[in-house]
């Protein structure tokens, strides 16, 4: 899309400074999961949710986290459909990055989420996690889940510059 400020992952990379963490954001409509990278690119972590409320709110918390964890990039998961095409979560993404870049000069660049809460809740469903403990952190291992399909990418390009 022509007004999407979102980076290919080779310009996102460039933009990205040395030694600084990457974020990854499950964005929902309730929530926002976070995980959060070491400074080598190499291992994402749950990190936490926030609940939204208004964009300017969102943002607000999102940027301080991004300013105190000394974050150089974001990576938020794209709702793709299963057949790749776009629907309106995916608008939503894109209108959400859209709004959050005229508020930062992070780079940001999106990752294909298909299926990353799906694989989350199998994965806590299979450590017989609590129905109230899965609804507590899917979002932010949803978040690590996106963040780490895409730092494996970086590794596996040789462009993990951390």
Do not use: H
Request: aromatic letters at 4%; proline letters at 4%.
């Amino acid at each position: 899309m022509a007004n999407d400020p979102a980076l290919s992952l080779e310009d996102f990379m460039a933009a990205v400074p040395d030694r600084t963490r990457l974020i990854g954001l499950d964005l929902g409509t309730k929530t926002i999961g976070l995980a959060l990278s070491d400074l080598g690119r190499g291992i994402a972590s749950p990190m936490e949710t926030i609940r939204r409320k208004k964009f300017t709110l969102d943002a607000e918390q999102l940027l301080a986290i991004c300013a105190k964890q000394g974050v150089g990039g974001m990576v938020l998961g794209l709702p793709l459909n299963m057949d790749g095409s776009e629907g309106p979560r995916v608008q939503a993404t894109r209108a959400f990055v859209r709004n959050l870049s005229q508020k930062t000069d992070l780079p940001i660049t999106y990752w294909d989420e298909r299926l990353s809460t799906a694989a989350v809740t199998r994965t806590l469903l299979e450590a017989d996690t609590s129905r109230a403990k899965r609804a507590d952190v899917v979002d932010k291992m949803a978040a690590a889940y996106i963040l780490q399909g895409f730092l494996d990418r970086l590794g596996f390009m040789g462009l993990d510059n951390g």
